[in-house]
């Protein structure tokens, strides 16, 4: 989608840190990590938020759970926290679906 900054990253037209990538989906580091290790999982195909999933994102969304057990394990962690946050009250300023991946010190809960 045309001016959207995740869809732009996921093209490569914006530089990011990989840390991994297929036909579907591409993980990289947030620029402003929030734990030692910090990285999101998008897909490619633009979809707005976890409110905006459809039936026919079933496989999508699953497979980008598929990424994220991958990834963590790539990397060694064994504890971390999956974020989606869904709409400006909840936290969300890229409105392309994500999940931040965040581990490597304790975490509190419930979340802010
Ligand atoms: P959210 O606020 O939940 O929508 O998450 C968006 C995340 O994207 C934030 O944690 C930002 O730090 C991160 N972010 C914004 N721009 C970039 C970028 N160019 N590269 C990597 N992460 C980014
Ligand atoms: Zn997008």
Redesign the pocket.
Known sequence: MADC?FCK?AAGE?P??KVYENDLAYA?????P?APT?F?VIPKEHIVSCGAVEESHEALVGHLFHVISKVTKDLGLTDFRV???CGEQA?????HL?F?VLGGRDMTWPPG
């Open positions: 900054l990253i914006i990011s840190k990289f580091y947030d620029i402003d929030k910090h999101l974020v989606s946050n936290g969300q300023s890229v409105f994500h931040h």
